[in-house]
């Protein structure tokens, strides 16, 4: 049997790995500044946390959801209070895609309606529903484009407000900041029309904080840049560092029905020891803020180029967009200065570095760009 070919790969074996640094199987080093898709929070191979996880297992692994797991409920109030949502419910699955999938079927029971609002370059995972939401054709199989969903510009606050006054709108999903779609800020008046404009027609706002939470932009979530509540926020990626979980948090006003969600293996022991692990290490090691610092740091030492049109981005999310594709210059960062780097499109390079990056580590990146353009 081989693997079904869907990814296409960089030839590289990676084997080991400690805080913003990766070694492959030759022994290179390299400087790790996209975290698996903004996965690795607090950094690679973290000893609390492989501590954490360790002990975990050899205590037990997993038991379904029909017993009490005492991890959770610590997870649960831990998070409230790093994310300043003590008063929301969570409900832990196993992935951003997965949340997203629970925060629109949760709205539609809510609300009773069937139609979603989301947002052009938007991207919100590859499970059925999360896929239809995803402003990408080439993603959304017949199966998937039987929902109900419209599509509007990032920053429209009219045409947003034309679809939900129709009264049908269970919810509107956008993201903190749009991640896979070239790392585009949505503008706060918008996002505070956006809020009110939800409430004045009972639609449910959710807020995609998957890729963009976690106290990658500075904040623990990025919409709190905005000053807004949303009904239900989603989680994946960050949140345990490479062990799979997600989870979304849910306002005061949703009422819990037995059933009416459910997961296999979502809030297992060793995903809570891993999440658990993460908030502590984020608060014992203050890594929102270093995330604002150090990215504001290399935000601004860019260097300038006629090749670049535009820096984007809040705290460890950011975008250089070029006037050119970057496919080569990713390439040559890749195996030339030995940097992991990502990409948006064709000509946005997409750093999402761990929080616990370090302004030396930022400024190899900035001499090693300097060198390429």
């Known amino acids: 049997m081989e693997l079904f070919d869907v990814y296409s790969l960089f030839d590289v074996t990676p084997v080991k790995a400690q805080g913003c640094r990766v070694w492959d199987d030759k022994g290179q080093e390299y400087l790790d500044l996209y975290g698996g898709h903004a996965v690795i929070s607090i950094g690679h191979s973290h000893p609390d946390y492989v501590k954490a996880i360790s002990d975990q297992v050899s205590r037990i692994g997993f038991y379904s959801n029909s017993v009490r797991n005492p991890l959770q409920e610590e997870l649960a109030h831990r998070l409230g209070e790093a994310s300043g949502y003590p008063d929301y419910s969570l409900f832990l699955d196993n992935s951003g895609a997965e949340s997203n999938e629970n925060a629109l079927k949760l709205a539609s029971f809510h609300t009773g309606r069937d139609k979603v609002v989301a947002f052009r370059k938007s991207f919100h995972g590859r499970t059925s529903g999360a896929v239809a939401v995803t402003d990408n054709p ?163 030492a860019i260097p300038a180029s006629d090749i670049i049109k535009e820096v984007r981005g809040q705290g460890l999310m950011l975008g250089i967009e070029f006037r050119e594709p970057v496919k080569e210059i990713r390439s040559r960062l890749l195996y030339e200065k030995h940097i992991f780097t990502g990409v948006s499109g064709s000509s946005t390079l997409r750093l999402l570095a761990p929080l616990c990056l370090s302004i030396a580590e930022a400024e190899r990146f900035v001499e090693a760009l300097k060198e390429l353009i």
């Open 138 to 300: 080439n993603i959304i199989s017949p199966f998937n484009s039987v929902h109900k969903v419209s599509f509007c510009d990032l920053n429209d606050i009219e045409s947003v407000e034309k679809e939900v006054s129709a009264g049908d709108v269970a919810a509107v999903i956008i993201e903190g900041i749009q991640g896979c779609g070239g790392i585009n800020i949505p503008d706060k008046s918008f996002m505070l029309q956006l809020s009110d404009i939800c409430r004045k027609y009972g639609t449910m706002l959710i807020l995609d904080e998957v890729q963009s939470g976690y106290g990658r932009t500075g904040k623990f979530f990025a919409h709190q840049w905005y000053g807004i509540r949303p009904d239900i926020i989603t989680m994946g990626k960050g949140i345990a560092n490479g062990f799979p979980c997600g989870g979304i948090l849910i306002s005061p006003e949703f009422k819990a029905v037995k059933g009416m969600l459910g997961t296999t293996f979502g809030g297992n022991y060793l995903a809570m020891a891993a999440a658990i692990s993460v908030l502590k290490i984020m608060e014992k090691e203050d890594l929102v803020n270093n995330a604002l610092a150090t990215g504001n740091y290399l935000k601004s």
